[in-house]
Nanobody, 125 residues
Framework: VQLQASGGGLVQAGGSLRLSCAAS????????MAWFRQAPGREREFVSA????????YYSDSVKNRFTISRDNAKNAVYLQMNSLKPEDTAVYYC???????????????????WGQGTQVTVSS
């Protein structure tokens, strides 16, 4: 599975950005696509995920009600619409893929098999 992420950039606080991640190669029926982020000097942090078969969505508390994850089945793509951005959202954002996992495992970055290259999101105050 190959992942290609795009859509990062520089935005002022309160602004919006939309990240995209396209998956190619072999996929599975119940796979999970997720977004993580990593700020300098910090560990990789779970942001959001979607389970492909059911469309179930998951968010970290820090982005709930501001970020929205969605998918395009035809393109095998996942999107992260980020609204009301804050300076603390500044990080490199990564998309990740797992063939299938239980809900409690979704926020754990160590369990994901495949990662995109990362896209920088910078929010200025």
């Amino acid at each position: 599975v190959q992942l290609q992420a795009s859509g990062g950039g520089l935005v002022q606080a309160g602004g919006s950005l939309r990240l995209s991640c396209a998956a190619s190669g072999r996929t599975f029926n119940n796979y999970v696509m997720a977004w993580f982020r990593q700020a300098p000097g910090r560990e990789r942090e779970f942001v959001s995920a979607i389970r492909w078969s059911s469309g179930s969505k998951y968010y970290s508390d820090s982005v709930k009600n501001r970020f929205t994850i969605s998918r395009d089945n035809a393109k095998n793509a996942v999107y992260l619409q980020m609204n009301s951005l804050k300076p603390e959202d500044t990080a490199v954002y990564y998309c990740a893929f797992h063939p299938g996992m239980i809900v409690s495992s979704i926020p754990n970055p160590d369990l994901y098999n495949y990662w995109g290259q990362g896209t920088q999101v910078t929010v200025s105050s």
